[in-house]
C-alpha cells in the first residue's frame, strides 16, 4: 500500500476512533485501542495498529472495504450497545442472580469439563432478566420454542442466529450442527438458553457436544416442573448432560433481601412491609409482583402500613380480574 492510499484510508480510521471513544463513552469504562479491534474489527489489533500507523501493507481496496463495513456496522450496533448498557446500570443482583453468575464463573474454569449451568425457577423469578443482563455483557442468549421438540435443526439454526450465523433450517441435519458448532468455536462465549424446557432429547445430546467440541460454557434456564417433565422424557440424554453440569440451581422462592433491592427504601422499612410483599411475592409472579407493588407504592406519597395494604390489595384484585388466585389468605 502506498503513501497516498494510506492518506486516502486516515478519515475512515478517524472515524473508527471517534466510535471507540463513542463506545467507550456508552459503556462508561476505558475501550483501548486493541480490545476495539478485537470486538468490533475484521482485523487483528496489531493490523489495527499497523494501519493507524501507516505501515500497513495489505491490498488497499480490502482494507478500505473492510474499514467501510466495521463503520456502519458498529454506528448500526449503538442503539443495541446503550440498550446493554443501560441494562447493566439497571441491573439488580437477585440471590438466584448471583447464584448464577458464581456458577458460569466456576464452569468457564473448565474444572472437569462441568461447563453446564442449569437454573430451574419460577416465572417472574428473573431468569429472562439474568439473560438480558449476560447478553448485554456479551453473552449468546436464544429462547427456546416449540418447534425444537420435533426439528433438531430449528435448535441448530436458532443458536447459529444467536451467535451471529444466519442458516436455513432447510439445510441438511448434520450441515447445520457441523455450522453450529463452528460459529460457537470462532468466539467462545456463554451460551444461554432460556425456556429449555422446549428442548428435545437431541438438544439435550447437543449441549454435550458443545461443551465437548467447542469452549462454551451453556446456561439452561426453565421453570422447575417442566424441566423435571423433560427429564423423565429424556432420562439417558438427561443423565449424560447432567454429568457435565455444575450443581444445579433451582430457586426455592425469592428472599426479603431480594425484594428490598426493588422497593422503596421507606416502604421497606415499614414494620412487617417486607415479609408481607415476599409472601405475596412467593405466591404468584416473584420479582414481577415485587416491581408491580413497588410502582404503586411510588404513587403514595407517605409510606406507611395502610399504602402497603392498599398496593397489596391492588395486586389481589389483579389476580382476582384475571381469573387466578387472590394474594390474601
Avoid at 281 to 310: C, K, P, Q, W, Y
Wanted: hydrophobic letters at 45%; a positive charge; charged letters at 25%.
Amino acid at each position: 500500500m502506498t503513501r497516498e492510499e494510506h492518506e486516502l484510508l486516515k478519515p475512515s480510521v478517524a472515524k473508527l476512533e471517534a466510535l471507540r471513544a463513542r463506545v467507550a463513552e456508552i459503556e462508561g469504562r476505558e475501550l483501548s485501542e486493541s480490545q476495539f479491534a478485537r470486538r468490533f474489527l475484521r482485523f487483528s489489533d496489531s493490523a489495527w495498529a499497523s494501519i493507524r500507523s501507516g505501515g500497513y501493507l495489505a491490498s488497499f481496496e480490502s482494507t478500505r472495504d473492510k474499514l467501510v463495513a466495521a463503520i456502519e456496522d458498529i454506528e448500526g450496533r449503538i442503539p443495541e450497545l446503550a440498550n446493554a448498557a443501560d441494562l447493566a446500570r439497571q441491573f439488580q443482583a437477585t440471590s438466584l442472580a448471583r447464584a448464577v453468575i458464581a456458577a458460569i464463573k466456576r464452569a468457564r474454569e473448565g474444572v472437569d469439563g462441568r461447563r453446564v449451568v442449569v437454573v430451574l425457577a419460577p416465572t417472574g423469578h428473573g431468569k429472562t432478566t439474568i439473560a438480558d443482563y449476560l447478553r448485554s455483557k456479551g453473552a449468546i442468549t436464544v429462547e427456546g420454542r416449540q418447534a425444537w421438540r420435533n426439528a433438531y435443526r430449528a435448535f441448530c439454526a436458532d443458536v447459529a442466529r444467536a451467535a451471529g450465523r444466519k442458516l436455513s433450517s432447510s439445510m441438511p441435519e448434520s450441515r447445520l450442527e457441523e455450522e453450529m458448532l463452528l460459529t460457537l468455536s470462532a468466539k467462545p462465549r456463554t451460551l444461554f438458553i432460556d425456556e429449555a424446557n422446549t428442548m428435545s432429547a437431541k438438544c439435550a445430546n447437543a449441549i454435550k457436544t458443545i461443551v465437548n467440541k467447542t469452549e462454551c460454557c451453556v446456561v439452561i434456564a426453565a421453570i422447575p416442573e417442566l424441566w423435571d417433565r423433560f427429564l423423565c422424557g429424556s432420562l439417558q440424554e438427561a443423565a449424560q448432560l447432567i454429568n457435565r453440569c455444575q450443581p444445579i440451581l433451582r430457586a426455592s422462592g425469592i428472599t426479603q433481601a431480594d425484594a428490598k433491592l426493588f422497593l422503596p427504601s421507606a416502604a421497606a422499612a415499614v414494620p412487617g412491609a417486607l415479609k408481607r410483599i415476599v409472601e405475596a411475592a412467593n405466591a404468584f409472579g416473584g420479582i414481577r409482583t415485587v416491581m408491580s407493588i413497588a410502582a404503586t407504592l411510588g404513587e403514595h406519597e407517605a409510606m406507611d402500613a395502610a399504602a402497603v395494604d392498599a398496593a397489596l390489595r391492588i395486586e389481589s384484585d389483579n389476580l382476582a380480574a384475571s381469573g387466578l388466585a387472590s394474594l390474601e389468605k
